[in-house]
């Protein structure tokens, strides 16, 4: 166990709507990444926080949008979702104290999209 | 874009025997890291490699790297029903991890 949590764990949603996906980082961590993972692929990154700011991103439309607060907890907002965006999605904290650190997962959240 | 690509895709082997997994990648790296992943559920890190580093081991685990190949292995020594999973290698990608599409690994008793 990474002490990362997620929630919800599930989540069905139909096209069109939006969806809030939640993060806590685990204890002493002040940066946290979010990756989707399609079916069979591996997790693509699509932003990374750092004390609060977008510090990267990666090929995702502006639908995609985030936030992560004071704490170091983190929100994954999608808007206008699509039936391609049902995945698994993944949240990674770590310490910012070089290049890459080790990132530590969270239990992820299963989206599916009607 | 997925740099890193793992071989082979999928691994069936005994338990007791070795499993070697096979990861390639396109641009210069700082450092490469392998990641497990159970029945699609959160990755857990392995193992991290550093660029000036040919070969690290943890346990049971072996991984070599290769810069001028751009190249990685992940050897698993005397494998066990529980190493049953998808392997990812990872490189650095400013600030975050840019994955392979993963070998899955199933053990059989």
């Known amino acids: 166990e990474t002490g990362v949590t997620q929630s919800p764990t599930h989540l069905i949603k139909t096209r069109g709507q939006q969806v809030t996906l939640r993060c806590s980082s685990q204890s002493g961590h002040n940066t946290v990444s979010w990756y989707q993972q399609a079916l069979g692929q591996g997790p693509q990154f699509i932003f990374q926080y750092y004390r609060e700011e977008e510090n990267g991103r990666g090929n995702f439309p502006p639908r995609f949008s985030g936030l992560q607060f004071p704490n170091y907890s983190s929100e994954l907002n999608v808007n206008a979702l699509e039936l391609d965006d049902s995945a698994l999605f993944l949240c990674a904290s770590s310490t910012r104290t070089g290049r890459t650190d080790t990132q530590y997962f969270g239990p992820g959240t299963r989206l599916t999209v009607l | ?109």
């Open chain 2, 1 to 109: 874009s997925q740099q890193g690509e793992e071989d082979p895709q999928a691994l069936s082997i005994q338990e007791g025997e070795n499993a070697t997994m096979n990861c390639s990648y396109k641009t210069s790296i700082n450092n490469l890291q392998w990641y497990r992943q159970n029945s699609g559920r959160g990755l857990v890190h392995l193992i991290l490699i550093r660029s000036n580093e040919r070969e690290k081991h943890s346990g049971r685990l072996r991984v070599t790297l290769d810069t001028s190949k751009k190249s990685s292995s992940l050897l698993i020594t005397a494998s066990r029903a529980a190493d049953t999973a998808s392997y990812f290698c990872a490189t650095d990608y400013p600030y975050a991890l840019n994955f392979g599409k993963g070998t899955s690994l199933l053990v059989t008793p």
